[in-house]
């Protein structure tokens, strides 16, 4: 179990027979495994090992074994049984980030990243990932084509879906204190966007994510967990001034519907999201202001939809391929074409939350592009608590 607030990720544990909140006993950004009478996690790339019952942690912290892999939801690449055996594989390589020409044909050999959430600016010329930092997360921006990088979010915590203002001047992100922004050149303080009466109304762990800003700067849509549904899309319009206003609830359901986007222009008539309605998550189209007419985009399965600069075009991601389709729009409706693969059967480094890709103002795509991780050898340990006295 792991908390969503900054002062709250690690691993919990329920005692038994008893009542009341559980119990943080570790600080990690993975999940824990119960082995041979004691807790293993991950720190670092590092295999941790402690006595764990039902009296809770004792005894010392020790190493088992080095190099355990993990994806970037945090869960390890380990398993283990009640009696001591333990299998395990590696980190996978860093993904690569690739320019593709408008034909899908790769540009370059790409920059190596470890890094999630990309966000290309309006004008096509920064770019804002989230990046890992041991248990937390921090918002960086660079400019396209350089390495080189700043740190937007300096404080403790954890920040991540980075989310541009239609102007540039801006960058909206989920933090552990809630939904916030900041000036996108890094200066003046954090500016938090909803109130905590609202997040304590309709959520139980602040998971408030931002998702797209409309292109004339009057709303910011965003999911909510919340209570008695589940990731509900909000709402947050500001005045002329940029001074948010009470949130409204946009597309409710018994089902998921996030990751949202605004079709393009300062007038939108659509937006795209996604949404597991029909069991598998698929992409969906809804009329905007009002979600009164509703279109089912992908058949497939579908993922993080992105429109095209000029809105005649949606691109998802199925398992770690973009795919692509166009809109024949109409006065109240729209219809897609067939989709078809958009980079030539790239595979992306799709492993963890937020769109592996974004599309440029002029129609280029960046790709977090995964990078062969060779045979994947897994390790067996037949006894591991004897390795190195882990299980003293």
């Known amino acids: 179990m792991r908390g969503t607030s900054d002062d709250s990720v690690g691993v919990y544990w329920s005692p038994p027979n008893k009542s009341g909140e559980p119990v943080r006993v570790i600080t990690s950004d993975t999940n824990a495994l119960f082995s041979a009478g004691h807790l293993l996690w991950r720190s670092g790339t590092t295999l941790l090992s402690r006595p764990f019952n039902a009296g809770g942690l004792s005894g010392e912290e020790r190493p088992v074994v080095d190099s355990v892999g993990s994806n970037k939801s945090g869960r390890i690449f380990a398993s283990a049984s009640a009696s001591g055996v333990l299998a395990y594989a590696g980190p996978t390589p860093a993904a690569q980030l690739i320019w593709f020409d408008r034909s899908g044909k790769a540009e ?5 990243v470890d890094a999630t959430d990309m966000r290309l600016s309006p004008d096509g010329r920064r770019v804002a990932t989230t990046r890992a930092n041991g248990v937390f997360r921090d918002i960086w921006i660079a400019e396209t084509g350089r390495p080189a990088a700043s740190r937007l979010t300096t404080a403790q915590g954890r920040h991540s879906f980075p989310v541009w203002s239609p102007d540039g001047k801006w960058v909206a992100y989920s933090s552990g204190r809630g939904l916030v922004r900041r000036e996108a050149a890094g200066g003046g303080a954090e500016q938090r966007l909803l109130s905590p009466a609202f997040e304590q109304s309709v959520s139980s762990d602040s998971a408030l994510w931002p998702h797209d800003w409309s292109g004339d700067g009057r709303f ?4 909510a967990l919340a209570k008695g549904t589940r990731r509900d899309l909000w709402l947050l319009e500001f005045t002329a001034e940029g001074t948010p206003l009470p949130p409204r609830l946009f597309a409710s359901s018994p089902f998921d519907e996030h990751f949202a986007r605004f079709a393009p222009g300062t ?3 659509w937006v ?6 029909t069991g598998r998550s698929e992409v969906y189209v809804r009329s905007f202001p009002e979600p009164n007419v509703k279109r089912q985009i992908s058949t497939g399965g579908g993922a993080y939809p992105v429109w095209n600069r000029d809105g005649t075009a949606i691109y998802y991601v199925i398992g770690n391929k973009v795919m692509s389709v166009t809109l024949r729009m109409g006065t109240d409706s729209l219809e897609p074409s067939a989709a078809r693969e958009a980079l030539g059967g790239v595979a992306l480094d ?8 974004a599309v440029s103002p002029d129609g280029r795509i960046l790709a977090r592009v995964a990078r062969d991780p060779g045979p994947g050898a897994i390790e067996v340990v037949i006894n591991w608590p004897g390795l190195r006295g882990a299980g003293q």
């Open 108 to 112: 370059g050999p790409g920059e190596e």
């Open 220 to 223: 910011l849509i965003f999911h």
């Open 267 to 269: 007038n939108p008539k």
């Open 272 to 277: 795209a999201y996604m949404s597991d309605e």
């Open 350 to 357: 799709s492993d963890g939350l937020g769109a592996p890709f």
